[in-house]
């Protein structure tokens, strides 16, 4: 079976050689952000920040943020590291390099998206080019050889798509995990504020 797909992507023509490139490319991809999203730590890791933030154990919160595979975690030590005065800056830079982290090679994978369609498109040109010409020195009288042209051209178009429309559904993912964890990210964010707000007019308070 294997050997007769094979057969089948072999008569596409020389446009599959790239074809082949980017469904590979668009695989190691897919595999290495899904490994990426799989080792993060879970939303308790946060929690554990803010809740040593809460009852003033600043050092411990740091520490334990910092030692966090949660990117939410890592973003929230960064501010209460920097809780005077730029808490706030603080965060949003540590944010920027954890959203930039979660989101890398997905440019790649958007590329391949973009580019399989056309080289199937191109396939199916030289396919069709290829038809014609055949047509042109024969005639009519090589059906087998213009249509083969034709194959040519409607394997490739179908193969760049195939591999755009099997590369779009784990980018679309990829893409909409990230904006939820920034969105995490945020809430987060806000939550810690209230307590630095919190924790300062206490202190305000007390002197």
């Given at each position: 079976?294997?050997?007769?797909?094979?057969?089948?992507?072999?008569?596409?023509?020389?446009?599959?050689?790239?074809?082949?490139?980017?469904?590979?490319?668009?695989?190691?991809?897919?595999?290495?952000?899904a490994?990426?999203?799989?080792?993060?730590?879970?939303?308790?890791?946060?929690?554990?920040?803010?809740?040593?933030?809460a009852?003033?154990?600043?050092?411990?919160?740091?520490?334990?943020?910092?030692?966090?595979?949660?990117?939410?975690?890592?973003?929230?030590?960064?501010?209460?590291?920097?809780?005077?005065?730029?808490?706030?800056?603080?965060?949003?830079?540590?944010?920027?390099?954890?959203?930039?982290?979660?989101?890398?090679?997905?440019?790649?994978?958007?590329?391949?998206?973009?580019?399989?369609?056309?080289?199937?498109?191109?396939?199916?040109?030289t396919?069709?080019?290829?038809?014609?010409?055949?047509?042109?020195?024969?005639?009519?009288?090589?059906?087998?050889?213009?249509?083969?042209?034709?194959?040519?051209?409607?394997?490739?178009?179908?193969?760049?798509?195939?591999?755009?429309?099997?590369?779009?559904?784990?980018?679309?993912?990829?893409?909409?995990?990230?904006e939820?964890?920034?969105?995490?990210?945020?809430?987060?964010?806000?939550?810690?504020?209230?307590?630095?707000?919190?924790?300062?007019?206490?202190?305000?308070?007390?002197?």
């Amino acid at each position: 079976m294997l050997a007769g797909v094979l057969g089948v992507l072999a008569k596409g023509g020389l446009v599959m050689i790239p074809l082949g490139a980017c469904s590979v490319l668009a695989l190691a991809v897919v595999i290495e952000r899904a490994v990426a999203w799989l080792r993060l730590g879970s939303l308790a890791d946060p929690d554990g920040v803010l809740a040593r933030a809460a009852s003033g154990k600043w050092e411990d919160a740091i520490s334990a943020g910092e030692r966090s595979r949660s990117p939410v975690a890592r973003v929230l030590a960064a501010g209460i590291r920097h809780r005077n005065p730029a808490a706030r800056l603080a965060m949003e830079a540590a944010a920027q390099d954890e959203l930039a982290r979660m989101r890398r090679y997905l440019p790649v994978l958007d590329t391949v998206i973009t580019l399989s369609p056309l080289l199937g498109l191109l396939g199916t040109v030289t396919g069709m080019i290829g038809a014609f010409g055949i047509m042109a020195h024969a005639g009519l009288n090589q059906p087998t050889a213009i249509t083969g042209g034709v194959t040519e051209a409607l394997i490739a178009t179908a193969a760049g798509l195939g591999v755009a429309i099997v590369a779009l559904v784990p980018y679309n993912f990829f893409q909409r995990r990230a904006e939820a964890l920034a969105e995490t990210i945020e809430r987060y964010g806000s939550k810690l504020e209230l307590l630095l707000a919190e924790a300062g007019l206490a202190v305000g308070e007390a002197r």
